[in-house]
């Protein structure tokens, strides 16, 4: 997924950095179809793979409930849709 500087804020934005714009409808609306793609993608390949290694759908469902990545997802979606900004953690990975 792209970044979305205009849409997000990241932890630890200095205070000499500009406002971010507001993001218009469009952008609001693209971003929120490209979170449920995603979300749908993690559990697609989620239950594929459960299915070669004959993990019952139902303990593969129950995995996908507790998914952090999900939680994110579903988090951000909410917030999306209420018309509230939210924050991204900085990556640590280098």
């Known amino acids: 997924m792209r970044a ?4 997000v804020t990241t932890q630890g934005a200095s205070m000499s950095d500009p406002p971010a ?3 218009s ?6 971003v929120i179809a490209e979170l449920e793609q995603y979300r749908q ?4 390949d989620a239950l594929r793979i459960a299915k ?5 759908k139902q303990v593969t469902m129950g995995h996908l ?6 939680h994110r997802i579903d988090a951000m979606l909410a917030a999306l849709r ?3 900004s939210f924050s991204l ?6």
């Open 4 to 7: 979305l500087p205009w849409l």
């Open 21 to 23: 714009a507001p993001a």
């Open 25 to 30: 409808e469009q952008e609001i609306e693209a």
């Open 41 to 44: 993608r993690i559990i697609d």
């Open 52 to 56: 070669l290694a004959k993990v019952p």
């Open 65 to 70: 409930e507790k998914h952090p990545e999900i």
């Open 82 to 84: 209420a018309g509230e």
């Open 89 to 94: 953690p900085t990556s640590t990975a280098g």
